[in-house]
């Protein structure tokens, strides 16, 4: 009915059509207002020699920590793209959100286009694109990350189905054919599936982990059907758990550190207490049906000043094609074994629908409870991430179950109308900030005090926490102690000379009339050394601010300051290395090899 290129022209046409608010000058009002400072710390440190990137030197009040130590770095790099072409930081932003609108609309379309077909690939990329958390995550949230996380999930859930197709496709062509090429090609492509599935999971791992996280509690539950449908169960076994180990080993440069340095910082006590407290932001089935759109945040009960609808589009659809497809499937009869299987799968998605919605609720506290790591995702409503995914998967399932080509036709268009009526119009932020530049955006002020103020999760554990005016926990420490000087030193005693410093590197000489104490104005996190006259010497941290001080005596000496990786690090980066190489190497080998046959 359309080409090969139609589909893909529409999601692009629909994805610039909802993304008009981003060509405004400046940039929207958003609650993570940290993209376009934490875009320029990433090319800061990337440019000074850093790779991956761990340290910025900027944020934590000017005291500097090791943001991309804990914080998935994948969106910045793909915004250090743009701005290395010579787009602005701001509209380097800009462009990472768009292309999650139109990339996770490609990835959609491909995966239900290869379950049920082009027409079916369509009506989901849309229902996917339009979809009310996605404008709530873009225009009033401004969750960079989690908005690129969109694009991953279907790409993975398509590569696992491309994965268990293929066993049964390699046995219909060995045992029948008999022809060794065609059986060494099947063998093929089914090692790509695995590549590609390893590598989009890595992706998303990379992308947001706190995505990642509920994910891998639900992709089990997709792998056993496909599992239970297969006929090579063994193989197949084998294959997603060598995707998995690779996906592990790709992403390990940041997943093994987060985990093993977590407890030097102040995570546990901001991210899992008080107003982060999973247990309040839990929400109602009738905000899930429809609640009015907002601007505002997450509160305890029906208090929030942000709406959590799934869509009524996106429900009615997801029940029609459930109720059609279990009266189909007690009418098989008459069926193709393939269409009863296609019968099963939307059930199945239904069911992942329906539990992505009850982990919103409180109804579902009990299985929070018994998987604490859930506890740093702070808010049940992200699950409505996934809800958007298998309602989207379940309307283009709508559209293949209604097997008259002109009923799918009619469908089709009182779908998508329905779908822009509503919807069309979330994609839209309360107001502008129409004079923001990079300027004002990554001044040193506005970082040290306005953008560390807001998210100081990552400073050093032991650092005294306050509580606001509104009971929100503060660091102890004011605007007045943010200081330029990255050394101080008494001047009576002590004279420095040719410094020079990067984020993670200061050099310079001191003359010392009598021992002295050098307070190095960055906090302490392992992995800094300090070396005085090309020698090791001991770190004194036990400061109110845990700030690095060492002694110096009499004399002059050459001094260096620097961030190295720790054990873990070194391990983390070895282990992506060699997944990269043998990733990389076997991609080589299949083209090769495919080239050959």
């Known amino acids: 009915m359309f080409s090969k290129v139609t589909p893909f022209a529409l999601i692009l046409l629909t994805s610039i059509i909802i993304s ?53 770095p994948l969106v910045y790099l793909s915004g250090e793209v743009f701005h290395l072409i010579g787009f602005s930081f701001i509209d380097s932003v800009k462009l990472v959100f768009f292309f999650s609108i139109f990339l996770s609309g490609v990835g959609m379309y491909v995966l239900v286009k290869e379950m049920w077909g082009k027409f079916a690939g369509l009506t989901a990329a849309l229902f996917y694109t339009f979809l009310p958390y996605r404008a709530l995550d873009i225009y009033v949230r401004g969750a960079l990350a989690e908005s690129f996380s969109f694009v991953w999930l279907p790409l ?25 090429s065609d059986y060494k090609l099947s063998r093929l492509k089914s090692a790509n599936y695995i590549l590609l599935s390893a590598a989009f999971l890595a992706l998303l791992m990379i992308t947001h982990n706190l995505i990642f996280l509920p994910f891998m509690l639900i992709l089990p539950v997709y792998l056993i059907f496909l599992f239970l449908k297969t006929s090579e169960k063994k193989l197949f076994v084998v294959n997603c758990l ?27 006590q901001l991210l899992l207490t008080n107003l982060a407290d999973f247990r309040i932001h ?46 189909l499937l007690k009418k098989k009869r008459g069926f193709p074994k393939l269409l009863t299987f296609d019968f099963r ?30 506890f740093y995702l702070q808010f049940p409503w992200r699950f409505l991430i996934f809800t958007g995914l298998f309602s989207s998967v379940l309307a283009g399932a709508l559209i293949y179950l209604l097997r008259v080509t002109i009923f799918r036709l009619l469908a089709f268009i009182i779908l998508i109308i329905l779908l822009l009526l509503p919807n069309l119009k979330l994609f839209k932020p309360q107001n502008y900030r129409l004079d923001l530049t990079d300027e004002k955006a990554t001044s040193y002020d506005v970082i040290a005090w306005d953008v560390s103020k807001t ?69 302490y996190f392992p992995g800094w050394e300090v070396k005085v006259d090309r020698k090791s010497v001991s770190i004194d941290n036990n400061n109110r601010l845990k700030l690095i001080t060492f002694d110096v005596s009499p004399g002059v000496h050459e001094i260096m ?32 090899i495919r080239k050959k046959s």
Not at 33 to 57: C, H, I, M, N, T
Not at 156 to 180: G, H, M, P, T, V
Not at 258 to 265: H, L, P, Q, S, Y
Not at 354 to 366: G, R
């Open 561 to 592: 300051v620097s961030f190295s990786n720790t054990q873990v690090r070194n391990f983390a980066n070895f282990v992506t290395l060699i997944s990269l190489v043998f990733l990389i190497y076997y991609f080589v080998r299949l083209w090769q």
């Open 156 to 180: 993975i859930l398509w590569s696992f189905y491309k994965l268990s197709n293929l066993q049964e496709q390699s046995d219909y062509k060995l045992s029948n054919l008999q022809e060794q």
């Open 455 to 523: 998210s100081f999760e990552y400073i050093p554990n032991g650092i005294l926490l306050l509580r606001d005016e509104l009971g929100h926990p503060t660091a102890d420490l004011n605007q007045s102690e943010i200081l330029k000087e990255k050394i101080e030193v008494n001047p009576a005693t002590a004279k420095i000379s040719n410094l020079e410093y990067s984020s993670t590197k200061i050099d310079f000489e001191l003359e010392a009339l009598e021992n002295t104490s050098v307070r190095a104005n960055i906090f």
């Open 282 to 327: 839990f929400v109602y089935l009738q905000q899930l049906w429809n609640w009015t759109w907002g601007f505002g945040g997450s509160a305890a009960g029906l208090a929030d000043g942000i709406s959590f609808k799934i869509g009524k589009l996106h429900i009615l659809a997801s029940v029609t094609t459930f109720v059609l497809a279990t009266a």
């Open 345 to 374: 799968l939307s059930i199945i998605v239904f069911v992942l629908f329906i539990f992505s919605s009850f982990m919103t609720t409180s109804y579902s506290k009990i299985i929070w409870e018994l998987f604490p790591p859930l």
């Open 242 to 268: 060598l995707s998995i180990i690779l996906a592990l080993g790709l992403a390990a440069f940041f997943w093994l550190p987060a985990i093993f340095e977590k407890k030097f910082t102040l995570v546990d």
């Open 20 to 72: 008009l608010p981003l060509t405004v000058s400046g940039l929207f009002r958003i609650h993570d207002d940290q993209q376009v400072a934490r875009l320029y710390l990433f090319d800061k440190s990337l440019k000074e020699g850093q790779f991956p990137v761990r340290w910025v030197d900027e944020l934590g009040f000017g005291y500097g920590y090791p943001l991309f130590n804990f914080y998935p």
